[in-house]
């Protein structure tokens, strides 16, 4: 798989084995709120190239701490009883396309399935990795209705919206089990807009939706999420107007 710059992945390597490299930004033995219901090894991989308002993971958009791939292999090895998946998170994780198909292969190896959690920005990493059988499950946020200046207000970045239809329809053409994400914030998207994303998926014959709570990232401005009460009526208008399944998530302590 070879690296083409941020048309295919925004890797940057050094050292003397650049094949080995990992820009990492953490790991996390055991996850059960990644991939619901499977007990997950999540590896944060840094660099993102969207600048999304409330980005919980702000703080993996950039910067440099490489590590080999000989870490991750010793964490994921060492988790590798108690758990049966690698989720691949991010920053988004296919901003670095060789280190996620190493991490990828190495979770093949021990056993254990691989998911995926991205932006969609970059649907030719995601169509090889998908290719070479290395992922069995993708999580895929759409983030407001596909079309700019929507989806540019979302993530800070004209241009994305293709790439995420992209993704969509590459992972429907693959059979690979998808799972849509849509963070819903008090100002975006509105309900209409939600409905749109629905609308969307039906369209091309995706039948479910997951609606979550937007909630206020570290350091930045207190709000208020969307009670979820809304976010179940929300769910419910969406099942009944545009005719798939969608469900809510949320943490349930705000008096929703």
């Known amino acids: 798989m070879k690296d083409v710059g941020e048309e295919k992945g925004g ?10 490299r990992v820009n990492l930004g953490g790991i996390v033995p055991l996850s059960t709120v990644d991939w619901t ?3 997950a ?26 590590e080999d791939l000989s870490v991750v292999e010793e964490k994921t090895r060492s988790a590798s009883p108690f758990v049966s998946c690698v989720v691949l998170s991010g920053g988004e994780p296919l ?13 093949k190896e021990l056993g254990l399935k691989v998911g995926i959690e991205t932006c969609g920005f970059y649907p030719d990493v995601l169509r090889d990795l998908l290719e070479a059988d290395l992922v069995d499950q993708v999580f895929l946020d759409v983030k407001a209705p596909l079309t700019d200046p929507e989806y540019a207000r979302a993530t800070g970045r004209p241009g994305a919206a293709p790439r995420v239809e992209e993704c969509l329809k590459t992972c429907l053409a693959l059979e690979v089990p ?27 014959d995706i039948h479910k939706l997951t609606i979550q709570q937007g909630r206020p990232r570290e350091g930045e401005e207190t709000f208020h999420p969307v009670p979820a009460k809304e976010l179940k009526d929300l769910a419910e208008a969406v099942k009944k107007l545009v005719g798939i399944e969608a469900e809510y998530r949320a943490r349930g302590d705000d008096g929703g």
Do not use: Y
């Open 11 to 20: 890797e940057k390597e050094g050292g003397p084995d650049k094949s080995r």
């Open 37 to 39: 219901g499977v007990a």
């Open 41 to 66: 090894t999540v590896v944060f991989l840094r660099g993102c190239p969207l600048k999304c308002p409330h980005c919980q993971n702000w703080h993996l958009r950039s910067g440099e701490s490489f």
């Open 95 to 107: 901003a670095q396309p060789r280190a996620a198909q190493n991490i990828a292969r190495l979770a």
């Open 178 to 204: 998808l799972e849509v994400r849509t963070t819903v914030f008090p100002e975006m998207p509105s309900a209409e807009e939600v409905g749109t994303i629905g609308e969307l998926l039906r369209n091309l």
